[in-house]
């Protein structure tokens, strides 16, 4: 019943790129010699004669967010597209262009272009930001593996609260699902019993490549709000404050006398920036952010990214 009611809004990514163009041969000893294959004319890059780039095809999944054509994906499923088609659950392949791409959250958002679908309302569905699953709770994604598309796999959350240990784990707390992810699967929805997006499927641990039971997804919040962000104006805008920081560990703690306090430390502050004019020290321990506590130096960059230009943010710190 799920599938049949969430399927029609799932959606396959074929996107077209440029490949890497290989780099030229030199051979020792000749090193002001350009060395041709043959038949090929020898010529600088960009003249006329010189070898068309070569394409490349990859593929990944999206999901429409709305019925005018908006669909949400991974950012690296379409970041270097020049060509992307959509393929519909119905068969229908329609072109679409990037609306805004945001690289912090390895998310993007697409929309239908295609004349053909002029007029289309489009089968969408919806962020669950309520009632937030729990470890345990069942939980389905859909999507396109390998490129046989259309693929319903299940299983159930994990866990909350992983770190990848890239630059989108400073603005994602990652929720690790064990429903089978796999090439192909990037930028799909997983949904609860109800039917609702509860993530974005993203990234999967594995030493073979395939899937082992260890995914991860965009929790639907982050996605609710990144997307809606990129819809209005193609790009993000997140606060900033001016201070390097790390995260203030057990041992540090045990050395400084307080026990299982955790939270961030200053390690530096960018001149005249607005931490530094706030009062902010090297040194500072931040437990808080406009009253949400932190326990690690990702929570403090993911609160005070949520900060726009202007506003206020309110900090707690242990000093001294």
Do not use: C
Request: glycine share 12%.
């Amino acid at each position: 019943d799920i599938f049949e009611k969430v399927s029609p809004a799932v959606v396959q990514i074929d996107v077209t790129s440029k490949a890497a163009a290989s780099p030229r041969l030199r051979i020792p000893g000749l090193e002001g010699f350009d060395i041709v294959p043959r038949g090929q004319k020898p010529g600088a890059e960009g003249e006329e004669d010189a070898p068309a780039a070569p394409k490349q095809q990859s593929s990944g999944s999206g999901f429409f967010i709305s019925a005018d054509g908006y669909i949400v994906t991974n950012n690296h499923v379409v970041a270097d597209a020049d060509e992307i088609k959509v393929v519909m659950k119905d068969g229908r392949e329609l072109k679409a262009t990037v609306v805004g791409r945001d690289e912090g959250t390895d998310l993007a958002v697409i929309k239908v272009t295609d004349p053909k679908a002029k007029g289309a309302d489009f089968p969408y569905v919806d962020f669950e930001n309520q009632a937030k699953p729990r470890v345990g709770d069942w939980v389905i994604t859909i999507g396109n593996p390998f490129g046989l598309g259309g693929t319903a796999t299940a299983g159930i959350i994990s866990a909350y609260g992983r770190d990848l240990n890239d630059s989108s784990s400073s603005f994602v707390d990652y929720i690790q699902i064990d429903a089978p992810i796999n090439r192909g699967n990037s930028g799909g929805p997983s949904f609860d019993i109800y039917g609702r997006v509860i993530g974005v499927n993203t990234a999967i641990f594995s030493p073979s490549g395939g899937s082992v039971g260890i995914g991860f997804a965009i929790p639907a919040d982050v996605v609710d709000s990144v997307t809606a962000e990129l819809v209005k104006g193609g790009k993000i805008t997140r606060g900033y404050i001016g201070a390097n920081i790390q995260p203030f560990t057990s041992d540090m703690a045990e050395a400084q006398g307080l026990g299982e306090q955790r939270g961030a430390i200053v390690a530096a502050l960018v001149p005249n920036g607005p931490a530094e004019r706030a009062g902010l020290k090297p040194g500072d321990i931040v437990t808080n952010v406009n009253g949400i506590a932190i326990k690690n130096s990702s929570e403090l960059t993911r609160e005070v990214a949520k900060g726009r230009p202007g506003a206020t943010l309110k900090l707690s710190v242990i000093r001294d």
